[in-house]
């Protein structure tokens, strides 16, 4: 039977993978009664006869616990990943939690963590992210403070060694970010002004390939156990800005009302990321086109926000008069009269929304901004009063230098009012609102002298959410860092940052990125905002233990290389507790695919080991420095 069932489902090419059935996905399609998985069955009368029960009416009902169990059996698939890996799964009565249908990933609390064991951005197989239980005691000093290692302080005359962590210094950090994050805990909680973070879209291209039904609550466990912590990082007026896509905004919304309580949404931005054209536009007729990208905010207590606003290029014909001086008074008089006797307008021209393109008449308005006014409604009723008595007459009142302008019961709105210095340039101006689409994504894969291909955000809309948030010296904290942009804006802003990223690009992009800053990079926004140079900001790393293990796992080409690890593994330390090390047999580990090969041996490794804790600095097997013992002392705040 076992033969026979496996030579039969070895027919349909979807139910294997790299050569081999696949039991997580013929378990699941079982239970969802697939028709293809049951018509196959139903082909061979020896196995239809075992799978399925006959009804009188000659109907036949499928028996999917039987095959269920005949799946779980340790015989079936023997030399499987599925099989193998069930020597380390966790399982309730005779059933693998994997395989068993009522048991669904949620939200991890005070005893889970999802961790996770990616490197390198295109080390992508089926299951890096893993949710795992842990006992309370493991999860204390999994998320315990870790040792930094590898200091080094970049500034405008290069590299140097670290002498001291100053309270001022931008930190960027390579490690693990849900761990790097505790780590700054005792250093920064209460202390950050600005959370930003472009985190992975789970977009199913990316590096959560779950079923379906494992999907979401994977990466939503994946990002509650990051913002938690984030959180408490967070200023009393701290704010969070989550950039996202449709494919997990609306479940990240419910997420972080949770963390955060639906008091203290701020708001939710709809940013323009792309153009429809080229290739996108091959689905038109199926599907509404997707052109972006949502930012979900959130502040910690309270917030004071600064005022945005955007380039306006029509002008506005409600602003149609201006206010002159005859005798030593203020008196009002038609726009479009006054700029013809000034020969800014031919006679026979009017004013219209295309005006502002006119060079004079954009010229003559901002000289004049402070008396081209038009009428609105909006006035105190005293004002109005006081108005209403005086007819005919332009009441002016000065409250601390914002001068407000009456006539005959109505308030005078002046255009200084929508006109600001924007990038150098005096620019009609609109408030800026929850709807961003006038900054360019289309131009940024090479912003900063570093190439990021995809899914790098302009430094334009870094700008924007910094200068709307925080003033010079706040922090700011962006722990899925990618190529860098935040720090590189912050950079340029004068403001302290942090920034964190596991993957092996971030010396090759974010430090490099980092250093063509200080040396007076003119890309991205520095013509704004008079970038010239400087400043500095200080490398660490968490240092690995385990970790360096999975990056040599990660790195392997061979199976030779990774039946080394293998035997290694078995006598390290690193081998998780769980694992009984007599069962590993190297003839079972042969029979696996290298994809296998490499996601077994990661899951084997007890996570609690993969960076070294602050409070085992003083063992002589991880052969720490004095020079690096001094600068831990120093970071997480111990007396000498």
Known sequence: MKKELERLLAQNDTFMVEGVLNKNKLAELARQYNPELLNLLMSDEKIANHFFSSLETG????????????????????DSFTAYKTKIGLATGDKYISENQEVVLNFPYKDCVLEGGQTKDDAKRQEIFFNETLAPTEINRLLDDKVLTNFKRYDETGEHNVEEIKDTDNLIIKGNNLIALHSLKKRFSGKVKLIYIDPPYNTGNDSFKYNDKFNHST???????????AKTLLADDGVLFVHCDYNEDGYLRVLLDEIFTEDNFVANITVRSNSISGNKTQHKEKTILKNKDTILVYKKNSLKINPQYTAKQKW??????????????????????????HKVLDP?????????????????????MNFIYRIVNSISESLKQESLKQKDTVIVKNNDGDITYALNGKRLSTLNKTILNMNGKMELVQLLGDLWGDIDFQNTQNEGGVSFPTGKKPEALLRRIIDMTTKEGDVVLDYHLGSGTT????????????G????????????????????GERGGISKAVSWTGGGSFVYAELKNDAQDFKNAISEATTTEELLELFEMAKKSSFLSYRIDPKKLKQTDFELLSLAEQKQILSEIIDNNNLYVNYSDIDDRDYGISDEDKKLNHAFYGKEQ
């Open 500 to 519: 964190i990223e596991q993957m092996s690009y971030i010396e090759t992009l974010a430090v490099e990125r980092l250093k063509k800053v200080i040396e």
């Open 59 to 78: 109907v036949l009902v499928f028996k999917k616990d039987v095959f269920l169990q005949f799946l779980n059996n340790k015989e079936f698939l023997p």
């Open 316 to 341: 506005d014909t409600h602003y149609n008069a201006i206010l002159i001086s005859e005798d030593g008074k203020l008196k009002p008089k038609k726009l479009l009269e006054h700029l013809i006797e």
């Open 487 to 498: 720090a590189a804006v912050a950079h340029k802003m004068n403001r302290q940052y942090i």
């Open 219 to 229: 990466w939503l466990s994946f990002m509650k156990n990051r913002l938690e912590i």
């Open 348 to 368: 026979k021209e009017k004013i219209t929304e295309n005006s502002w393109g006119n060079e004079k008449f954009r010229n003559f308005c901002i000289e004049n």
